[in-house]
């Protein structure tokens, strides 16, 4: 009981120590140290909580015994990293993204499919991981490449819409410029529409990350190799290591969170004129 | 596509040579008619434009506010299709002078890509046209002396300020050295010292290179101030109210706007205006 | 071909050329035309499929039947493309190409019927029926998407008010959606068990987990849209910040709230059916899912694919009439 | 009343159907018991639900139980009313397996979450590996069904006789294409679906009574289904709420699992709870339990509940 | 708060009375100085700013882009805070002169909420400051006659075309009725023949009640005509260059502007401004 309490304490310190912060100059570490602090006080307190109630420890447990878990399996950890995460999330990706564009620029070129594609694509993007995945298990096998279909389906829609709609958003005078030119369709899609898509196009490709990865873990609960993220969890907690589960979990978040931001300094080289970006 | 289609440079007469003979049409409209379809009901935008322009001159066009300038000049442009009468460019129909790129047009708005640097933009329709890559440097580093943005060529457009934008919108509809220059209120956000400024360099540009200039403006002293033939048109439908064709020398000192004969023409448009206001 | 599609869209520009035929032109368009041609294009791309797809097991079927078959043992067909087999085996693929128990892809026309059997066929009060399943799984939808829009609202509101909330709580949050749902979803179930809450409202926490943060990233974008100029005005009649943020931000952020909505409604329903797996999967879609698939019923597994695909268009389709009537009456033509 | 939560190990069909006979024909009633019977899936882990305060009670195989007791989670068999194990690999004849030899370089379908204990400490006793090398078998993480085989996406799959047998069975395949090894007759066997509930609640003379009176109820629903194996099979129709099982599959099953609980009165045959500590041990470089555990069963509450 | 807070027009004269006196000073200034710290240095916009505006005044302000009108404006409205010297509203810091709502300001675009109708759009700083609901309606009917858009009250913004839209603008500033109008740029979207129409408007409505006007213009002519007082100001840093009083009297119809007198002071502040320029 002792324990909750000086968790509830730390969390009062830890939140008047961030808004001290935040109040005042905004420098780059700053801007570090105060998420940073919000999450460690986080994981403080599911540690002194843990401990303080005693709960099971095939519930939840502490973060020191994922730590623990953590190092222990660092080779274990890698080898599913790369199953699930270089091998299936990142092809899916790579395959479905481009997958996406080349249909969107069919789309943009031709209205008819575009009109028609649009919402059959939006039903289709409906349809839930949970049935499709074993469907696709059962279609390309136990291995990476099951897990990749599931995530090109998953990241397919997102930025096709998302591609689509950046396509269209020029202005009608940036149009009507090229036309003044008599610039030719492809002149026009190089110099003018793609550069002004981009904004659009990353902001689908932001989205599909965190889905690919999802997306293969999730795939990998419906038949795999002993080998993957999702196998380890799946597989975890039948064996009540729920240390390892959280083991997982971390390097699912870290992974995911890094795959985003890499995505996210992409983008800000490449759409740095977009006002969103000039700070 | 031919050869002259892709290397347009090669036949760009680019100097005032053949001035002294009878001047060309270069735009000629005759009984032009535009109406656009709108959700509730057309909208007639253009009525009966009778309208000739010979080489060599600079045309203002001036009304209030929806009275179909834009939209004239579009016609010109190749960018909107007239429902009725005649338009030609060259001797050619407006989508195939368009095609030759026989134009410049210059928007209200600047209009600049955001995604490139100043000199970028001006570079645009060089690259599109095909010119080679000594050509492309030369135009561009020319025609950014021209509107005094020497030194902005690696900026991008939003660390200039409005005019600076406005001017570099100007460089790139200059760069590829058209005859005929289409230009919808190109200074139409800027202060009226900037303004006088370039409409100093733009007569002083009209006067060296013999082009024909299409100019719409709002403001009747800019009118008065450039031009040799002065548009006036009403609104609903878009007609032609009265064609003013101005005695004021070629030469323009910018001090000729507190002149008597200046102060007459400015006050003919005032009224033509008007007139043409009451009439709704 | 250069700008045919340009002009169309760009205002301003083309309607004047073709005058009433670019009018019907467009209502064509943008009518149903364009998507029945698709349907059916992708319909009839499906049967095809299901021949080269279904072959393994259609030569089967007809070996067992004694017809002779190339190759002739399943074994020696085992590594051969289905596309390869059918070629061999052109007569014994097509006649089951479209029949079979246990397709590995059935034929839409299989799909629909299993779709209209177990919803127009049966009493809704049927177990079998998918409009029961199809309930159990909307109401935890319809619930979690209550929480999470809260959620979500109320933790913007926070960001845009609170430097501390922005900078604490907005990397957390895109961390937490790249924790995979499935795996922790059996822990709050148990957790919650273990409370003392069980039924829907476990169900409904996991569709909160998921539809949350779509909804706090368009309602912070929403209610920071409000331009310099917008704010200053206010400034200069002396508001306060609840006078703004009701007459200014809330309006401001509706039609990002709306997007937002449409995601969060879809992240919701996929939320309800992935917590039906770890709640015994007794009841819901995503039971029926699973269902179809620990006995390989894969015409089951595809109906009740295609019923939660539908039950989502219909909810989003829903989210965008309200927003429309919303929106019309605000004056912000959607 | 006293309220009992039962958790079972996997979905509702007639694998459980002494529990839900129990219950419908009024058995737990009889006891004064008002007992929930929580159905299983893939996702869910009956160890944790107990340990969670989820269950009071629940049903899985012991390799499952005792690797979850070494773990240090205290559980306790208290009732045993499968005899013999259901588990077995169906191999395609026509890959020419005949023994366990021959499953060296071949593809094998696996249930893991718990369920790959048996399985391991029988491939680490035949001294097999199971790393996917040239001669060790490749193991795949078998999905819910039975497609694998079918697919021939894997040589041999795990299958239980009364069920994924019969799945086989009914998508057209006859018994002489496939070749199968039973656990069972490999000497591999482990005790399945016991009865098991957390040490520390036994402590408890009110828990251990409910127990007592659970078991005595339950057993008598189990002798009933195997007498009444149709009627049993539309009970457990009755209570499946997805709607997703067919009455003919249910009968097979009912049918089938009634040989396993054939020879069981509920109380745990010490002999073969300690084969099955045997072979958990036996396992090799990689044993699923390392050491004999201790006070892992109890006979006191199916003493109590049959005499 | 106190109730005058929360109901300020209970004392809000309202009326012309009190002109006769020695008028007091609205608006003061004293060295004011405005530094803003950008990424790449500071900017300075405003320096050693001296300026006195008197009750019933009508002042324009006048300067190339960027030479810190808008600024200005905003310093008094309390919206910029300066960086040195002092400033004072109605002998208030401007902050508690923005609290005590002693001001309206029109901004240089329209900026209606496009969720609210033409009338919801005045009736804003009314719900704001609290004015009872017979009142609000009583204010907004009036206010809407005054710019002459009765009838477009239940309109939403963008089925009005731009002028209507500007002139909703002026009426939401005026409908409470602050002593104060500041105003950047009203009529800088608009068409000459509209500008000059509400350039009327304005000045019947300044002579009628007697506010005091700050008024941020480009035009040279609207300057003039419509001006007791005319500040020129030159840029980096921003300062005023020049204050021109206008002699003009306080009658002015629109061909007023045609008058030698008018053209001088026109002259005047266009010389101002390129000595400003050229100072750079
Ligand atoms: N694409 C269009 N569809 C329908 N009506 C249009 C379209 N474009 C212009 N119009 C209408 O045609 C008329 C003339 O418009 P235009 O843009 O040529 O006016 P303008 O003289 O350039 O006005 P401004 O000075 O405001 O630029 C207006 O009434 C306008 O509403
Ligand atoms: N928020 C700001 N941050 C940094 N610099 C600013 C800011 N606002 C204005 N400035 C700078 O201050 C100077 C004065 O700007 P201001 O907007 O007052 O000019 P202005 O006279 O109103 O010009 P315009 O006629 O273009 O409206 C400019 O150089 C401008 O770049
Ligand atoms: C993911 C998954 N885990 C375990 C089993 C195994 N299992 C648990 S109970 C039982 C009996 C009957 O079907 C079986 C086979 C499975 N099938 N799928
Ligand atoms: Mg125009
Ligand atoms: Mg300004």
Known sequence: ?279 | ?280 | ?334 | QDEVNLQLKWVTQAQFAGYYVAQDQGFYEEENLDVTILPGGPDIAPPQVLAGGGADVMVDWMPSALSAREKGLPIVNIAQPFKSSGLMLTCWKDTGITGPEDFRGRTIGVWFFGNEYPFLSWMSQEGIPTDASDDGITVLKQGFNVDPLLQRQADCISVMTYNEYGQVLDAGVTEDELVTFKYEDQGVATLEDGLYVLEENLEDEAFRDKMVRFVRASMKGWKWAEENPEEAAMIVLDNDATGAQSEEHQVYMMGEIAKLTEGANGALDVADYERTVETLLAGGSDPVISAQPEGAYTLEITDEALN
């Open chain 2, 1 to 280: 596509m031919t050869d002259t289609d892709l290397h347009p440079w090669k036949n760009t007469p680019g100097g005032p040579e053949g001035r002294g003979a009878a001047p060309p049409s270069v735009v000629r409209a005759d009984g032009l008619n535009l109406t656009f379809q709108t959700n509730d009901g057309p909208v007639h935008a253009l009525k009966e434009v009778d309208l000739s322009v010979a080489k060599g001159e600079f045309v203002s066009f001036i009304g209030p506010s929806g009275c179909g300038k834009t939209t004239f000049l579009r016609c010109v442009a190749g960018l909107e299709t007239p429902t009725g009468g005649t338009l030609t460019v060259n001797d050619m129909s407006p989508d195939e002078a368009r095609r030759a790129r026989a134009y410049g047009y210059v928007f209200q708005a600047a209009g600049l890509y955001p995604w490139r640097t100043i000199g970028g933009n001006i570079r645009l329709p060089l690259e599109i046209m095909g010119f080679p890559a000594a050509e492309k440097k030369r135009r561009v580093a020319e025609t950014l002396k021209l509107v005094d943005l020497d030194g902005f060529e690696k900026k991008f457009p939003w660390q200039l300020s409005g005019g600076m934008q406005q001017r570099a919108s100007i460089a790139r509809a200059l760069s590829f050295d058209a005859d005929l220059l289409l230009m919808d209120e190109p200074f139409g956000a800027l202060d009226e010292i900037v303004r006088d400024r370039l409409n100093e360099e733009l007569l002083a540009l009209w006067d060296r290179t013999g082009k024909t200039m299409l100019f719409v403006t709002h403001s009747i002293p800019e009118a008065v101030y450039l031009s040799t033939k002065i548009v006036v048109m009403s609104p609903r439908p878009g007609r032609i109210s009265d064609v003013i064709d101005s005695p004021l020398p070629r030469e323009r000192p910018l001090d000729i706007r507190d002149s008597r004969e200046f102060i007459e023409i400015a006050h003919r448009v005032r009224e033509g205006l008007r007139a043409g206001m009451d009439a709704v």
């Open chain 1, 1 to 279: 009981m002792i324990l909750v309490l000086f968790a509830l304490t730390l969390w009062a310190a830890a939140f008047a120590l961030n808004i001290r912060l935040a109040a005042g100059p905004h420098t780059r570490a700053v801007h570090l140290a105060v998420p940073l602090i919000f999450g460690l006080t986080i994981l403080a307190m599911w540690e002194l909580i843990v401990r303080g109630l005693d709960v099971p420890m095939v519930i939840l447990p502490a973060p020191s015994l994922i730590a623990g878990a953590f190092t222990d399996n660092l080779p274990v950890l890698w080898a599913d990293l790369n199953q699930t995460f270089v091998k299936g999330a990142l092809t899916g990706y790579a395959i479905g993204a481009t997958a996406a564009f080349a249909v969107a620029l069919l789309a943009d070129r031709y209205t008819f499919l575009k009109r028609g594609l649009l919402p059959v694509g939006n039903f289709m993007a409906a349809l839930p991981i949970v049935g499709t995945a074993p469907i696709l298990v059962m279609w390309f096998g136990f291995d990476w490449q099951s897990k990749a279909a599931v995530v090109v389906v998953m990241v397919f829609f997102p930025i096709l819409v998302n591609t689509v709609a950046g396509l269209t958003d020029t202005q009608a005078m940036q149009r009507d410029l090229m036309r003044t030119y008599g610039a030719s369709y492809g002149q026009t899609l190089l110099k003018l529409r793609l550069p002004a898509a981009m904004p659009f196009i990353f902001n689908g490709l932001k989205i599909s990350t965190t889905l690919a990865l999802i997306g293969a873990i999730v795939a990998e609960f419906f038949g795999s190799p002993t080998l993957g993220m999702g196998f380890r969890i799946s597989t975890s907690v039948g064996q009540l290591a729920l240390d390892m589960v959280w083991a997982e979990i971390v390097v699912a978040a870290l992974a995911g969170s890094a795959f985003y931001g890499i995505v996210a300094f992409i983008e800000k080289r490449v759409t740095f004129w977009h006002p969103s970006h000039r700070g």
């Open chain 3, 1 to 334: 071909m250069t700008g045919t599609t340009a002009p169309l869209s760009a205002p301003g520009a083309g309607v004047g050329r073709s005058g009433r035929v670019a009018l019907w032109l467009r209502s064509v368009r943008t009518g149903f035309l364009p998507i029945l041609t698709v349907i059916a294009g992708l319909i009839l791309i499906w049967y095809f499929a299901c021949i080269p797809m279904n072959a393994q097991q259609s030569v089967l079927l007809a070996e067992r039947a004694g017809q002779t078959v190339t190759p002739e043992t399943a074994a020696d067909r085992r590594g051969m493309s289905g596309a390869a087999i059918a070629l061999r085996n052109p007569a014994a693929a097509m006649a089951s190409a479209f029949v079979q128990d246990r397709p590995r892809l059935p034929a839409p026309h299989q799909v629909a019927a299993e779709l209209w059997g177990s919803t127009v066929g049966l009493a809704v009060t049927s177990k079998r029926s998918l409009v029961y399943h199809a309930w159990v799984t909307l109401s935890a939808t319809l619930l979690g998407f209550a929480f999470g829009t809260a959620l979500g609202i109320l933790l913007a509101i926070g960001i845009v008010h609170s430097r501390v909330m922005d900078m604490s709580v907005m990397p957390w949050a895109i961390v937490s959606q790249t924790v995979p749902i499935i795996a922790i979803a059996p822990m709050i179930i148990v957790v919650l068990y273990s409370i003392g809450l069980q039924g829907i409202v476990p169900k409904a926490i996991i569709s909160t987990y998921l539809s949350f943060f779509p909804v706090v990233v368009g309602m912070v974008k929403g209610l920071r849209s409000p331009d310099a100029m917008q704010l200053d005005l206010l400034r200069t009649y002396g508001s306060n910040q609840n006078q703004t943020f009701w007459k200014l931000r809330l309006p401001a952020s509706l039609p990002y709230l709306f997007a937002s909505l449409k995601i969060g409604i879809c992240a919701s329903l996929i939320g309800a059916i992935v917590g039906e797996l770890p709640t015994g999967a007794v009841a819901g879609l995503g039971a029926r899912l699973l269902a179809g698939s620990y006995y390989g019923q894969t015409v089951q597994i595809w109906s009740a694919l295609f019923a939660a695909a539908i039950l989502a268009a219909v909810l989003v389709g829903l989210i965008g009439a309200i927003e429309k009537v919303l929106l019309r009456r605000m004056g912000l033509n959607a």
